[in-house]
């Protein structure tokens, strides 16, 4: 998905250079968006179904818009879907994202030090589900917009625990979707000197929080008091 200005139509030409890569056979590449200007013509572009969100000045929207991915009837689209943001860079075999069991399957949020019990909410980076088949939670949101909003920090909070209830879901192998701040970063203080690396096992690192794909390539973090040298290897995974 693709809104607003904060990422341009190269996120999604490279996004789709990565997925054709790295994923045998055929797919259907599709990019939900208010606007396909500069996407490459093997993207099928649609637009966002409505969400009609009523934010307050200077509320952020949280993503919100991702449910809309669970609409009963996504512009006719049918099987089984793989949703990847637009910031994610993929380095590994996209294959077995679709033969992984469960009905469905998401991140699990990275761990904190300070977060205790059961960890449910899983990251929205990436996930898999049926087109059609979560209708239920794009329909309770709208039913229930405001009581959501006021439960659940964001769309992803707010979908872990409804599929949770149902018993639907489950998680990625932790190694599979590591994320680049956490897992790829040299301990300190040996991030002062040593170059950021791709995890063992990746096939996704995602990029949340301060730092994205072209700032890591560029040594760059939007957090005070951090530092990295240039992770080289992006140049060479995030491309057309």
């Not at 589900?129 to 959501?148: I, P």
């Amino acid at each position: 998905m693709k809104w607003g200005t904060k990422y341009g139509p190269e996120y999604v030409n490279r996004l789709y250079g990565m997925v054709r890569r790295h994923l045998s056979g055929d797919f259907n590449f599709v990019c939900l968006t208010d606007d396909a200007t500069g996407i490459r013509p093997e993207v099928q572009c649609l637009p966002i179904p409505p969400l009609n969100l009523h934010l307050k000045p200077g509320q952020r929207d949280g993503a919100w818009k991702k449910l809309t991915t669970f609409e009963a009837d996504l512009h006719g689209l049918r099987g089984t879907a793989l949703f990847l943001d637009l910031d994610v860079v993929v380095v590994g075999s996209l294959d077995d994202f679709f033969t992984q069991p469960g009905e469905f399957l998401i991140i699990h949020d990275y761990p904190r030090f300070w977060r205790f019990g059961e960890r449910i909410v899983g990251n929205s980076s990436v996930y898999r589900f049926t087109l059609g088949a979560h209708a239920d939670v794009l329909a309770y949101f709208r039913g229930h917009m405001e009581a959501v909003q006021k439960q659940y920090r964001n769309e992803q909070e707010y979908l872990s625990h409804f599929l949770h209830a149902q018993g639907k879901l489950n998680y990625w192998p932790a190694d599979w979707c590591p994320s680049f701040k956490y897992h790829g970063i040299p301990a300190w203080p040996t991030n002062y000197w040593k170059a950021p690396f791709v995890p063992h096992n990746a096939r996704i690192v995602i990029f949340h929080g301060e730092v994205n794909p072209p700032d890591a390539l560029a040594g760059k973090r939007n957090k005070r008091f951090a530092h990295i040298q240039p992770a080289l290897w992006v140049a060479d995974a995030w491309k057309e």
